[in-house]
């Protein structure tokens, strides 16, 4: 059965300080990653994805994901937190299946927390 | 700007109602989903559409239905509303062409069922 885990449900950082978010996954086709940020009381809006390539990826406000085919990982990193990065983000899987109609499985989330 | 709107943030409703959730997205998307949001179990599908009339059940359909009349559209319908239901709504879209494709994502709909 395919599942995404991200394993912590609540992180607390320093602004400034480096953030590092996991996310494992459980997939038997090629996998699809995606990064999706949640500010409050917003909708949902991409960090990043990871088709092929590279497995180093960067995306928007200074994110970027390292995905690890023998780990099953796609981690999220930052390398110094700004306070608007409080929010909560999710690990999303897909695959390329002929029936998939771009479906995605979500992890439960994590939420960040940016203390002064 | 790509958007996708939904048309009420909060809502309150009793049990046992008929609750509409509606969708409309700007960006001419041929695929649409519904995804239902709890704390710690994030979002889970309840329904998606992949053209005019046509729907697929996602991985929590039981207690909800779904309606595309047009490409533009897509409302969630709860037939008989129940406590287990209240949560965030989100709609998303995404053009055809599978999962490589950003699902854009509404702002969500609170729904609260007493």
């Known amino acids: 059965a395919q599942s995404v885990t991200q394993p912590d449900i609540h992180i607390t950082v320093s602004e400034g300080a480096s953030l590092e978010l996991r996310c494992n996954y459980s997939?038997?086709?090629?996998?699809?990653l995606f990064w999706y940020v949640q500010s409050p009381g917003q909708g949902l809006q991409l960090l990043l994805k990871y088709f092929s390539g590279d497995t180093l990826v960067q995306g928007i406000k200074g994110f970027e994901a390292e995905f690890k085919r023998s780990q099953s990982s796609f981690n999220l990193r930052k390398p110094s937190v700004h306070w608007s990065d409080a929010a909560e983000y999710f690990c999303a899987v897909g695959s390329m299946t002929t029936d998939s109609w771009g479906k995605l499985q979500f992890g439960a989330g994590t939420q960040v927390v940016v203390t002064p | 700007d790509v958007k996708v709107t939904q048309s009420s943030r909060y809502l309150v409703k009793r049990t046992g109602e008929k609750v509409f959730l509606e969708c409309v997205q700007d960006?001419?998307?041929?695929?649409m989903f519904w995804y239902r949001q709890d704390p710690g179990l994030g979002l889970r599908l309840i329904y998606f559409?992949?053209?005019?009339?046509?729907?697929e059940k996602g991985d929590i359909p039981e207690g909800y239905s779904v309606s595309r009349e047009k490409k533009e559209r897509f409302s969630l319908i709860l037939e008989s509303a129940s406590t287990n239901q209240t949560s965030m709504y989100l709609c998303?879209?995404?053009?055809?062409?599978?999962?490589?494709?950003?699902?854009?994502f509404g702002p969500g709909t609170r729904l609260t069922v007493l």
């Open positions: 559409s992949y053209d005019v009339k046509m729907k």
């Open positions: 998303a879209s995404t053009d055809r062409g599978g999962a490589y494709n950003e699902q854009f």
């Open positions: 960006m001419d998307h041929e695929n």
């Open positions: 997939y038997g086709a090629t996998p699809y």
